[in-house]
């Protein structure tokens, strides 16, 4: 695990409490190996580019990720050189989107411009 952890998990997560930062780390190492770039499209709209061969890891967690938090909706597409991961969240969930995002860019040594 990292030193520098960011909370974006929010409390109606059906995840534990104790699990979150695992899952949370899980995220971010997935970030911190595989971000090509991340940004708010839309208010409650995110993508993020992945490279390619990290959609097998991608699917998995996302999976694991929608169990525990059904707001997320996340579309994987195929690009030429990698991954897009289209992520949509209800209005009432727009902060939990914004600090995920913030979270990828942290975890793969980028801040916000």
């Known amino acids: 695990m990292t030193d520098s952890h960011t909370t974006w998990a929010p ?3 059906a995840l534990p409490s104790v699990e979150r930062p695992l899952r ?4 971010a ?6 971000l090509i770039s991340a940004a708010l499209t839309a208010p409650g709209q995110a ?3 992945l490279n390619r061969d990290s959609r ?3 699917e998995e967690l996302i999976a694991r990720e929608t169990h525990c938090c059904s707001f ?6 195929d690009e030429a050189d990698a991954l897009r991961v289209a992520i ?3 209005e009432a969930y727009v902060d ?3 600090a995920l995002v913030g979270a990828a860019e942290q975890a793969a040594g980028r801040s916000r411009s």
């Open 11 to 13: 409390e109606s997560c």
């Open 24 to 27: 949370e780390e899980e995220f």
């Open 29 to 34: 190492d997935l970030f911190r190996n595989e």
């Open 47 to 49: 993508d993020l580019l």
């Open 56 to 58: 097998g890891r991608a």
């Open 72 to 77: 997320f909706d996340f579309t994987l597409t």
């Open 88 to 90: 949509r969240v209800p």
């Open 96 to 98: 939990v989107l914004a």
